[in-house]
């Protein structure tokens, strides 16, 4: 064996360093794409805007004072007994709407808008495959989705507390619990929705590696949960309204029941996670293989 090759073959060393630089790139990659998801003004101002729900509900209620049992959003009467319900009131009053169309904007910019400013092709020189930098984007906007989500829930309970005070929570069942238990059932109630909006950002996510122009994908984003909400209004189509992903966005009631059907909540997530697969599969497909020109 000659000193060419001995000197040219890579000893278990080197490869071992090899694997750890690559490592190194994927968590720097990850750690870059979470700062600059919440460091951007536009997610910011969508963030402070979302705060402001549950604070403009809980004056209104605190102004109004509204009935148990009277009009409004679901928990809304339940308000004025317990603080808590601020946050389910503010939930159900954002999802669906407000909370998609934060995931919208940060998922249809999260490769398209990398494309548009010329910065996509610089991305792919680190040392990296694309399928973990497509990861990294989704861990970036599930990171945002999940901070908008309990924001909702921290302000909900802070603001609750002020003007209400927190009490042991009456559940829909009519059972009471403590109130350590009733913030607990708060956590759960946050997770969950955070995890019903996983299929939509699959989708968002998607649809951001077709295009090169963000605005387009943000739009397309909006467009697709807006048009799945209105079909799943539309009693006439029946069961197919089940397979929305939005159909159990505001299934989180089931949690504020005494005895929950938990059977019934991961089968709610279940679709969920089919939504995850199959866009997640095409959206590394379409990134994998795309030619990226900008």
């Not at 319900?85 to 398209?112: I, R, S």
């Not at 009471?176 to 238990?181: E, G, K, N, Y």
Request: aromatic content about 6%; overall charge positive.
């Amino acid at each position: 064996m000659s000193q060419a090759d001995v000197v040219g073959r890579p000893g278990p060393g080197l490869a071992r360093a090899e694997v750890v630089r690559h490592r190194g790139a994927s968590r720097r990659l990850l750690g870059s794409e979470i700062r600059m998801v919440f460091r951007r003004r536009r997610n910011i101002a969508l963030l402070v805007l979302l705060a402001a729900a549950p604070l403009a509900i809980g004056t209104a209620v605190k102004v109004s004072a509204p009935r148990p049992g009277g009009d409004g959003p679901q928990f809304l009467g339940q308000i004025t007994t317990n603080g808590l319900f601020l946050v389910f009131t503010a939930l159900t009053v954002t999802l669906p709407l407000l909370l998609p169309l934060l995931v919208a904007v940060v998922a249809g910019d999260a490769v398209a808008g990398e494309a548009g400013s010329g910065t996509l092709r610089y991305l792919l020189t680190v040392p990296v495959t694309r399928g973990r930098l497509l990861g990294a984007k989704a861990v970036g906007v599930l990171a945002y989705a999940a901070a908008a989500v309990t924001i909702i829930g921290v302000v909900g309970v802070a603001y609750g507390a002020a003007l209400f005070g927190l009490h042991p929570m009456t559940l829909l069942s009519g059972d009471t619990i403590s109130l350590a238990a009733g913030l607990g059932r708060t956590v759960e109630v946050v997770l969950y929705v955070v995890a019903t909006l996983t299929g939509f950002l699959a989708i968002g996510l998607f649809i951001s590696t077709l295009t090169e122009v963000p605005i387009a994908a943000m739009a397309a984003t909006v467009g697709v949960a807006v048009v799945t909400a209105v079909l799943d209004q539309v009693p006439q189509l029946g069961s197919l309204r089940t397979i929305l992903f939005t159909h159990h966005w505001l299934g989180f009631g089931e949690i504020l029941r005494s005895s929950v059907d938990w059977h019934t909540l991961l089968s709610w997530l279940g679709l969920q996670l089919g939504y995850v697969v199959v866009f997640g599969a095409a959206a590394w497909a379409r990134f994998t293989t795309a030619d990226i020109t900008s």
